[in-house]
């Protein structure tokens, strides 16, 4: 069950990041390990929500994934008061440290708006597995099927209460 939660909680998440980012054309959040890596979502998560805070082609067309890593980890920091948890150096890599990445991808989800729509949803839903679940993580949760209702209230509880979700009308 512990599987099934954490599980669900990074699908809100990624689906929170991708509808977040959905604008930027640069940026494919599929995971929360390579899709870091270049620096590029960090910024773009950012961005989206507060464009007030940088320029996005500015920090886009820095020269390395270390120099957009870092300007995303002290925006955050000096403008929303999140630590600087990670080192840019660690996630500039081919496989940084999942866990890392969703410690630091839910701070902001604490600070930053929270609306998860249905679409969002379904489209995280439909990423290849290898895509967004690495192979330890494939648990026999993934042959369990819930209705979609059932799956869907799972997934708002086992995330937090704060998620705001946009029905269709």
Same mark, same amino acid.
């Given at each position: 069950?512990?599987?099934?939660?954490?599980?669900?909680?990074?699908?809100?998440?990624?689906?929170?990041?991708?509808?977040?980012?959905?604008?930027?054309?640069?940026?494919?959040?599929?995971?929360?390990?390579?899709?870091?890596? =270049?620096?590029?979502?960090?910024? $773009?998560?950012? #961005?989206?929500?507060?464009?007030? %805070?940088? /320029?996005?082609?500015?920090? +886009?067309?820095?020269?390395?994934?270390?120099?957009?890593? =870092?300007?995303?980890?002290?925006? $955050?920091?000096? #403008?929303?008061?999140?630590?600087? %948890?990670? /080192?840019?150096?660690?996630? +500039?890599?081919?496989?940084?440290?999942?866990?890392?990445?969703?410690?630091?991808?839910?701070?902001?989800?604490?600070?930053?708006?929270?609306?998860?729509?249905?679409?969002?949803?379904?489209?995280?839903?439909?990423?290849?597995?290898?895509?967004?679940?690495?192979?330890?993580?494939?648990?026999?949760?993934?042959?369990?099927?819930?209705?979609?209702?059932?799956?869907?209230?799972?997934?708002?509880?086992?995330?937090?209460?704060?998620?705001?979700?946009?029905?269709?009308?």
């Amino acid at each position: 069950m512990a599987g099934l939660q954490q599980t669900n909680s990074e699908m809100i998440l990624l689906s929170w990041v991708r509808q977040s980012t959905r604008n930027y054309p640069q940026v494919n959040v599929t995971n929360f390990t390579t899709s870091w890596s =270049d620096g590029l979502a960090f910024n $773009a998560l950012l #961005h989206s929500h507060r464009p007030d %805070l940088f /320029d996005w082609n500015a920090a +886009a067309s820095q020269p390395s994934p270390v120099q957009r890593l =870092d300007h995303a980890f002290n925006v $955050a920091r000096q #403008h929303l008061g999140i630590e600087k %948890l990670l /080192d840019p150096e660690d996630v +500039a890599t081919a496989c940084p440290d999942k866990k890392s990445i969703l410690m630091y991808v839910t701070s902001l989800f604490q600070v930053l708006p929270q609306q998860v729509t249905m679409e969002a949803i379904r489209e995280v839903e439909m990423l290849p597995r290898h895509s967004r679940v690495t192979r330890e993580e494939h648990i026999e949760v993934h042959e369990q099927h819930f209705s979609q209702e059932v799956s869907f209230n799972f997934l708002l509880s086992s995330c937090c209460s704060k998620v705001v979700v946009s029905l269709p009308t």
